[in-house]
């Protein structure tokens, strides 16, 4: 019973009464405790990215984060840290809503609210802050969106503001330049529906203008405030942070944590989804009455989920 009466619950939500409810749970964590590392990182940026960006260089590589984060700063200067915290959360619960609308017609609403929902939980079990990744998943998805818009309806408008918001989470975060390879789907997707080549080429050319014209526009307004020579001395310093051996986030020792993390990744998927088939197989011998506690069934159901 408890069951049905919460899983009618949320099937009665309306969209925004499910998008509050996001909100609302994350809004409970933003009171906990003081983080002197990152919280300090991002904070000591939006003091000082209008007052001396020279001091803080190194973080010009997430430069719009900054500028959002330093004009929310300015107009909310009396709530410090707590502002930084609330704005988190307005941008996950921005992004959750995005990913409801354009999902939503592919995926029935309880599926859909069930997985947003146990998304929000996982994330949520610390304070969010106002952040170049938080600000990089609203972007994306928002220019998913655009793109998936694009695509099912013809709209160049579209493609070219998907486009535009790449580049500007490109400014966000620098790796997410990754994000032009979404033009990629243009021409799978017209291979799929047998478009003609014309299309292909004009709304890859949409895409790509928007991307371009956006990156020309935000290196004006960096030249405009004096912010162009720090991001180009950042950029080197990357690249040589790039070449660097010892450096945690060169290029090879990063290479070296992907392929660990995807092999530990295949390994424990590989043996839960053993566990899962055992399990199965213990389970199928036993049709006619529920299950007995006996060693090899046991041993299926308590040590499958050890991996994960």
Request: with cysteine; net charge positive; glycine share 10%.
């Amino acid at each position: 019973m408890k069951k049905n009466l919460i899983s009618s619950f949320f099937e009665n939500l309306t969209s925004r009464q499910f998008i509050g409810l996001l909100f609302l749970y994350q809004l409970c964590f933003i009171f906990q405790g003081i983080d002197f590392a990152d919280e300090g990182f991002y904070g000591a940026f939006y003091q000082q990215i209008f007052r001396d960006p020279q001091s803080v260089e190194y973080n010009f590589m997430y430069w719009f984060s900054g500028i959002v984060g330093g004009a929310y700063l300015h107009f909310f200067p009396q709530f410090g840290l707590l502002a930084l915290r609330l704005g988190g959360v307005l941008m996950i619960t921005a992004t959750m809503a995005l990913v409801y609308r354009l999902l939503k017609p592919h995926i029935g609403g309880k599926e859909l609210k069930t997985g947003l929902l146990l998304a929000t939980v996982l994330i949520s079990f610390d304070p969010k802050d106002l952040n170049y990744d938080n600000m990089s998943s609203l972007l994306l998805v928002g220019a998913a969106s655009l793109f998936f818009h694009g695509l099912n309806r013809h709209g160049k408008f579209a493609f070219f503001l998907s486009g535009a918001l790449i580049s500007l989470n490109t400014f966000t975060r620098l790796p997410n330049v990754l994000g032009l390879a979404m033009g990629a789907v243009i021409i799978y997707h017209g291979w799929l529906l047998s478009k003609k080549p014309i299309l292909i080429a004009r709304q890859t050319l949409y895409f790509g203008a928007g991307f371009a014209l956006a990156t020309l526009l935000i290196l004006a307004v960096m030249h405009s405030m004096g912010h162009l020579s720090v991001f180009m001395d950042c950029v080197s310093l990357v690249r040589e942070m790039g070449k660097s051996t010892e450096n945690t986030h060169g290029l090879k020792r990063m290479m070296k944590l992907f392929r660990y993390e995807y092999s530990m990744a295949l390994i424990r998927g590989g043996l839960a989804l053993a566990g899962l088939i055992l399990t199965g197989a213990m389970l199928g011998r036993i049709p006619q009455r529920p299950p007995q506690p006996g060693p090899g069934w046991c041993w299926a159901v308590c040590c499958w989920p050890c991996p994960c």
